[in-house]
Each structure stands twice: as structure tokens, then as C-alpha cells.
């Protein structure tokens, strides 16, 4: 194997897409399992430009236009669009496009693979992975650590952990649901305690997933308790898959030699828990950087320290506003939600909903105060700054 000049652990959509983008310089991707897009953790619901952004439409299983929002006493918002709001992914098939792309640009994948350390050897790194045949090293100038929210790379690199994480679990159903465009969302201290429960249509079978904040118990308990709720215990369960999602990226996400990206860094969008969007924009961020430091020969932390500025200012101040509404979210009791869900259950405000955008959810934030200003109640404070902030 000869040294690359750059080397991205982890074969996910993220690191697939940072690689397609350094491919002028040799670039090689180090996956631990034996093929990419395998195991899936991931529900796959995107909005459209996700799946543009990869030219992944082989990918799309369904389409959704609106969904329905339970509240734990039992009222339910039904807001629909006019337009396609987001699609459904096969994970497997769209991980598996991302590589196909990277190698197409370039790129060489080494399946089988797991990153499991570095040191620094003069201005380089010199990489410890453990495969089949045993331990192999490799020398490179940066390593970009696209490795999920468990992050062996930013560990290494000495990079803080993601602020919190929630734990989901969810199954595939062979049941089909009679209105395939929309998505069923469960609020409730009783269903999903720190986040929310999901029911999605995907054709001919349903998902049925929901996170839980980590201590609330396990997942599968809450899990077997909707499906029941849900009248949909009869149904054979296909697949079940489990993950974990990262909140909060960590203050800072660069070292000598190291970049962190996607999962890894924790680039997930609070309120919902998807990364796919935010993950890859930041990837594009992640390789300019690393493209611009190769070219300079320096990869050291404050050379590098341009990728922070770049993604920050790309994606940053919607994560941190998604942080701001998850803090009043979670501390809310289900009497509040019922309250909030009584207060928005009006058509201007349903109105305003179907406007919403998933990879932009704060921008909801002033049109709905404007039309329900009593919302302000629930916390003066975190949504009077959050208004600042947008
Ligand atoms: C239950 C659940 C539902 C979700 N639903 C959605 C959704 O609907 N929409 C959405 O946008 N997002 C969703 N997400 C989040 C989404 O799955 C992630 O944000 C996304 O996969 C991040 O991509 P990534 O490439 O950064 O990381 P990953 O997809 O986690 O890829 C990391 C890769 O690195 C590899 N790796 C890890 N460690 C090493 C190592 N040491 N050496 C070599 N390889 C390594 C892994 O095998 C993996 O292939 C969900 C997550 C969960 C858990």
C-alpha cells in the first residue's frame, strides 16, 4: 500500500463525500467493515437537496409531503404541503453511491479496515489500523476522521466528545400504511423521553423508530410500547437497527494533522437528530480545508483552524439555535406540550408549519411567535434569543 497524502476514516456518506473532493490528492478512504453501507443506523429521511447534493436518486424508496403531530394527551396536528418536503433513502444503496462517486473522483477504499490510533512522525502521522492480516501502518500528512459518533480519530486527536447523545432504535414492519405521504411524529415523556417517536411510510413496509435521551431507559422497552399504541403488533418485523445520534458538536474540531467531520464532530441538527444534510455540507468544508493545507504544506492545528470559521459560519448557527429550542424542549412537561399543541392546533398556525423546512427548523421561529405570540411564555428567555440569533 503506498502512502497517501491524505487518509478519511469511515466510508459513510460523509467520508465519501470529503474524499470525492480531495481526490487531486491521493486520498484514501479506511472503512472497519467489510462493505460500505452496512450495518444502516439511520431512518433516511432527507430533504430533497440531500439527495441532489449526492446525485443519489437511485437511493429515494418514497416521497413526503406533511406530517402528524401527537401530543401526549392525544391531540393531533395534520399539516400538509403542496410540495415534496422530503424523501425517504435506502441508507445501503445511497452509502454505496457516495463511495462509487469518491472512487469515480479518485479516491481508494480500504474495506475491512478499522483506524485504531496515530502519532505524529515529524510534520506527518503515522496511522495504526488493524484489518484481516493483522496490524498495518501507513504514513500520511492529514487524517480526516469521518468515523461516527464514537470518533476513534477525534479521541486520538484529543478532541472532546459530542455534548450529549440519544440512543434510537427502530424496525421495519411489513405492514403498509394507507397514507404514504406522510410521517407520523410522537411527543411524550411516555413515548420517546428527550426526543420523539416516528412512524414512516416507505411503500411496501413502515418504519417505526423512536431516540430516547441517554438514563431513560432502553430504547426497545418504548419501542414495543408505540407499536402496540400503534395497533401495528401483528405486523413481522423485516430488520431492526439501533444507533446512537450525537447533539452538540464538541468546541473545537481540528488538531495538528487532524480534521473531524459529520458524526464525528457531532454536526447533527438537534431537534430532529438528522446529519445527513449538515454532515455533508460540512464535509465540503472539511475537504476545501484539507485541499488548501495540502497544497500549502502545512497541516498543522492552526493552519487547519480555517475549517472551524468555515463550517461554523455554514451550519453553526443552526445547530446552535436547534440547541436552544432542544433545552426548552426537554425540560418541558407533557401538560406543556399539550399546552403548546393547543395553542398551535389553529389553521394559520398549521399554516405555517407546512412552510417548514427540516434542515432549517428554526426559521419557523419568528413567523410562528408572530402568529401564536402567547408561545413566548414557555421560555421567554431562550426564545427571545433564539429570535436575536435568526
Ligand atoms: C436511529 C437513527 C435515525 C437517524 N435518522 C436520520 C434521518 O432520518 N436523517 C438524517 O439525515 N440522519 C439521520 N440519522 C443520523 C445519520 O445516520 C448520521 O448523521 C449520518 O449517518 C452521519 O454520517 P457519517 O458519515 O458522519 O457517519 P456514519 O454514517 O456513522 O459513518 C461512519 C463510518 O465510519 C466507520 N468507522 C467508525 N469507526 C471506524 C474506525 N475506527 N475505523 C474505520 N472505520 C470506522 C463506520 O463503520 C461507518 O461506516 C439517524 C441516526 C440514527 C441513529
Redesign the pocket.
Known amino acids: 500500500m503506498e502512502d497517501p497524502e491524505l487518509v478519511v476514516?469511515?466510508?459513510?456518506?460523509?467520508?465519501?463525500?470529503v474524499a470525492a473532493q480531495t481526490a487531486s490528492f491521493s486520498t484514501l478512504v479506511?472503512?472497519?467493515?467489510p462493505e460500505?453501507?452496512t450495518?444502516?443506523?439511520?431512518?433516511?429521511?432527507?430533504h430533497p437537496r440531500?439527495v441532489e447534493m449526492a446525485g443519489g436518486e437511485s437511493s429515494v424508496i418514497n416521497a413526503i409531503s406533511g406530517f402528524k403531530l401527537f401530543f401526549p394527551g392525544g391531540r393531533v396536528l395534520d399539516v400538509m404541503s403542496n410540495e415534496v418536503k422530503a424523501m425517504?433513502?435506502d441508507?445501503t444503496t445511497f452509502?454505496r453511491h457516495c463511495c462509487d462517486r469518491a472512487i469515480d473522483e479518485g479516491a481508494d477504499v480500504l474495506t475491512g479496515?478499522?483506524?485504531?490510533g496515530f502519532r505524529k512522525e515529524g510534520a506527518k502521522a503515522r496511522v495504526r489500523?488493524e484489518g484481516p492480516k493483522g496490524k498495518e501502518e501507513l504514513t500520511t500528512s492529514l487524517i480526516i476522521g469521518?468515523?461516527?459518533?464514537?470518533?476513534?480519530?477525534g479521541a486520538a486527536a484529543g478532541i472532546g466528545p459530542a455534548k450529549e447523545t440519544?440512543?434510537?432504535?427502530?424496525v421495519d414492519l411489513d405492514t403498509v400504511l394507507d397514507i404514504q405521504s406522510q410521517v407520523e411524529v410522537y411527543l411524550g415523556k411516555n413515548v420517546a423521553p428527550g426526543f420523539f417517536a416516528?412512524v414512516?411510510p416507505c411503500g411496501d413496509f413502515t418504519r417505526v423508530?423512536?431516540?430516547v435521551s441517554n438514563g431513560a431507559g432502553a430504547p426497545s422497552k418504548f419501542l414495543s410500547e408505540l407499536i402496540r399504541k400503534r395497533g401495528l403488533q401483528g405486523a413481522e418485523r423485516l430488520r431492526t437497527?439501533?444507533?446512537?445520534?450525537?447533539i452538540g458538536p464538541p468546541k473545537i474540531t481540528h488538531a495538528d494533522n487532524v480534521l473531524i467531520?459529520?458524526?464525528?464532530?457531532a454536526?447533527?441538527?438537534p431537534l430532529?437528530?438528522?446529519?445527513?444534510?449538515?454532515?455533508?455540507r460540512a464535509?465540503k468544508w472539511a475537504a476545501m480545508t484539507a485541499v488548501d493545507a495540502l497544497e500549502e504544506g502545512d497541516v498543522s492545528a492552526s493552519y487547519l483552524s480555517s475549517y472551524e470559521q468555515r463550517w461554523r459560519s455554514d451550519i453553526g448557527k443552526e445547530l446552535e439555535r436547534g440547541m436552544l429550542v432542544r433545552k426548552v424542549y426537554t425540560k418541558m412537561s407533557d401538560q406543556k406540550l399539550d399546552e403548546v399543541g393547543r395553542m398551535m392546533d389553529r389553521d394559520d398556525a398549521k399554516e405555517v408549519l407546512s412552510t417548514g423546512d427540516?434542515d432549517f427548523p428554526s426559521k419557523l421561529a419568528r413567523p410562528m411567535l408572530k402568529t401564536v405570540p402567547t408561545l413566548i411564555k414557555f421560555s421567554p428567555q431562550a426564545l427571545g434569543s433564539l429570535l436575536r440569533k435568526s
Open positions: 476514516v469511515g466510508g459513510g456518506p460523509v467520508g465519501s463525500t479506511v472503512e472497519e467493515h460500505v453501507g450495518p444502516v443506523q439511520c431512518t433516511g429521511l432527507v440531500v425517504v433513502i441508507r452509502d479496515r478499522k483506524f485504531v489500523l469521518a468515523d461516527g459518533y464514537k470518533s476513534t480519530v440519544v440512543r434510537g432504535m427502530q416516528w414512516l423508530g423512536l431516540c437497527y439501533s444507533g446512537v445520534i450525537p467531520v459529520g458524526d464525528a464532530a454536526q447533527t441538527k430532529s437528530g438528522g446529519g445527513l444534510f449538515t454532515g455533508m464535509a427540516i
